[in-house]
């Protein structure tokens, strides 16, 4: 950098390099060249058009496409996440059919069954509709799923990572259902997308009326494709499954449909063979994600815990944290904002002695609910429930520095 | 004065049947177009119908490099199978070990199936699929024919195997109902 003829060097640059020669003569004139500041001394790289994140930054969602590409889950980095929000891109995926390219322009959203009248809106209709922003988080209920154990997941990702949270712009259903005129007897709603497969999912009329949403807008932009562009429902609080992506279809029914995603999957099988049907509150958990499994401590010291807590319930409350297997638990501090359905941030100062210890993390919600741990659910519901697992993770810090799930 | 009234009346009126006045409503075509949705009662059943035998044939061309040439599955999950399994250590979740109605497979076939062509089955190969499916898991026998009449009549061997939402089932809860 120093051989650019036309650069002026800072005042502040030239006395570094003045004290960096100092330096050398004073430790024994030394031969080793001492490293100079990064700062950049040439032009950077101009204005453009969208932003990307910097060549250095590489986490990403997890895992990649498998066997049919179109079908599964990526999961969010909570362990690389700052505060409550995550980026769009970096939002879980879970996908039946692929994500379907879709004009909004040519995006319609049909309301029918029960109602005084069928309605047809656009895209331009459902924007001219008096819109809301709210922060929720959206929560696969297969998450945590290889935490019913024996052999759990490595890191906070692939334990965790099928859940994320947004600010999410939208008109409330409410508002369009009152448009088309909700008939008595109506009790349901079958929402249904624009993907390949047409996935659908039947919800109680009561909580579409409550606080369901109508999205297009995440975190200041057009929710991505992945995501349910141009159109996708949020259920706050309520399973991801729910708030079907590419929405395009809504009727109004006096009973569930008993769709594929309703009946064979997403229904929590007991220990007794019977399967609880319609399972749709997510139920508190924390998670810490530094120190966290697959991270190392370089040695020890200070090191701040931090993580994330989250209730399909309402409020979080209380986030204990244990640094001995579970014998005391001490109250950590909760960032604010603290948001009904959203995740809340954690932090506890703490200094690591450099012995292995159990760290964990115990959440209660507004409810007065407590996280329970994994004992606890598999007493309550057998090993085979699949989905809603919400028990306390246990990360053990090796002498060395290393953290693993345990 | 009256004429004042009366037309504020009627303005009230039309703002409580539709605050805002946005959309279009559509034809029934349109409706009945977009309309694939298949309750458990049937409604929307489409005409045609479909044979154990036919669905045989059309399900080794179109389903079983997935699901398995006898529906135990492959790259995706087993249609059959798995009947008595579910109070085991190692529950196999099938068609016809854990599906409560019979209607959702018509449902979900005709909508989502083949995986990479999907909506492309006419009502009379999604019946035959159906009826295939369903013998395969001893369901029905192997000269019935499935229609709308017929298939919503089918009972399901786990049709009562669903309960409620009993949670929180952990976790000191204190309800605020």
Redesign the interface.
């Known amino acids: 950098m120093s051989n650019h003829p036309i650069q002026p060097q800072p005042e502040r640059r030239r006395f570094l390099r003045f004290g960096a020669a100092l330096g050398g003569f004073l430790t024994g004139c030394k031969t080793s060249r001492v490293e100079e500041p990064a700062e950049p001394s040439s032009l950077g790289k101009p204005l453009s058009e969208h932003g990307a994140r910097s060549p250095f930054e590489k986490t990403g969602r997890l895992p990649g496409p498998g066997?049919?590409p179109?079908?599964g889950s990526s999961k969010t980095p909570l362990q690389d996440c700052y505060g409550i929000l995550t980026p769009a891109s970096l939002h879980f995926e879970r996908h039946?059919?692929g994500v379907p390219h879709i004009d909004p322009a040519a995006h319609k959203l049909?309301l029918?069954g029960l109602v005084?009248?069928?309605?047809?809106?656009?895209m331009a209709?459902?924007h001219?509709?008096p819109a809301v922003s709210r922060i929720h988080f959206i929560e696969c209920s297969g998450n945590s799923r290889s935490e019913w154990g024996p052999k759990t997941a490595p890191d906070a990702q692939k334990a965790h990572g099928l859940v994320s949270c947004s600010e999410w712009t939208g008109v409330p259903l409410s508002?369009v259902l009152?448009?088309a005129?909700v008939k008595a007897g109506a009790s349901w709603i079958?929402a249904?997308g624009a993907d390949?497969?047409?996935m659908?999912r039947s919800i109680p009329l009561k909580k579409a009326l409550d606080d369901a949403l109508l999205v297009f807008g995440q975190n200041g932009e057009a929710i991505r494709p992945e995501q349910g562009y141009p159109l996708r429902l949020l259920i706050p609080g309520w399973e991801g499954n729910t708030s079907v992506k590419w929405v395009?279809?809504i009727?109004l029914?006096d009973?569930?449909?008993?769709?594929?995603d309703e009946?064979?999957k997403y229904?929590d099988?007991?220990?007794?063979?019977?399967?609880?049907?319609?399972?749709?509150?997510m139920?508190?958990k924390s998670v810490i994600t530094f120190p966290s499994g697959g991270q190392k401590l370089a040695g020890p010291g200070f090191c701040e815990i931090s993580g994330l807590a989250w209730s399909g319930r309402g409020r979080i409350e209380r986030v204990e944290i244990s640094t001995d297997g579970g014998r005391t638990w001490v109250n950590a501090a909760l960032d604010e904002p603290r948001l009904r359905i959203a995740f809340t941030r954690f932090r506890l100062p703490w200094k690591w002695e450099g012995q292995e210890v159990i760290l964990q993390s115990r959440c209660t919600d507004e409810?007065?609910?407590?996280?329970?741990s994994r004992e606890?659910?598999l007493?309550?519901?057998g090993?085979?429930s699949d989905y809603?697992n919400n028990c306390i993770t246990a990360w053990k810090i090796s002498p060395g520095g290393g953290v693993t799930n345990v | 004065m009256y004429k004042m009234a009366g037309l504020c009346l009627l303005v009230a009126g039309a703002a409580l049947?539709?605050?805002?006045g946005?959309?279009?409503?559509?034809t029934a075509e349109?409706?009945k177009a977009?309309?694939?949705?298949?309750?458990?009662?049937g409604a929307g059943l489409p005409d045609g119908s479909g044979t154990v035998a036919q669905g045989k044939d059309f399900y080794a061309s179109k389903c079983a490099k997935c699901h398995g040439s006898q529906g135990q599955g492959g790259?995706?999950g087993p249609l059959a199978g798995g009947q008595g399994s579910?109070?085991t250590?190692k529950?196999l979740?099938t068609?016809g070990s854990?599906?409560?109605?019979a209607?959702?497979l018509y449902?979900?076939i005709s909508?989502?199936m083949p995986?990479k062509q999907?909506?492309t089955l006419s009502p009379n190969q999604v019946y035959a699929l159906v009826a295939h499916i369903l013998h395969l898991n001893g369901i029905i026998g192997e000269n019935e024919v499935m229609d709308a009449r017929t298939l919503p009549k089918v009972k399901m061997p786990n049709r009562d195997?669903?309960?409620?939402?009993?949670?929180?089932?952990?976790?000191?809860?204190?309800?605020?109902k």
């Open positions: 066997k049919n179109e079908i039946h059919s049909l029918h005084d009248r069928p309605l047809m809106l656009t209709d459902i001219r509709l508002i009152a448009e005129g079958v249904e390949a497969c047409h659908q395009r279809r009727k029914v009973q569930p449909s008993m769709t594929k009946t064979s229904t099988l007991m220990a007794d063979g019977t399967a609880r049907q319609f399972t749709f509150e139920d508190a409810t007065g609910y407590v996280q329970p606890a659910l007493e309550a519901r090993a085979n809603h | 049947a539709q605050k805002y946005v959309g279009h409503t559509p349109e409706v977009w309309d694939i949705s298949i309750p458990p009662d790259d995706e579910l109070r250590a529950p979740k068609v854990y599906w409560p109605y209607t959702t449902d979900y909508r989502a995986f999907p909506g195997g669903f309960i409620r939402d009993t949670r929180p089932d952990t976790g000191k809860a204190r309800s605020k």
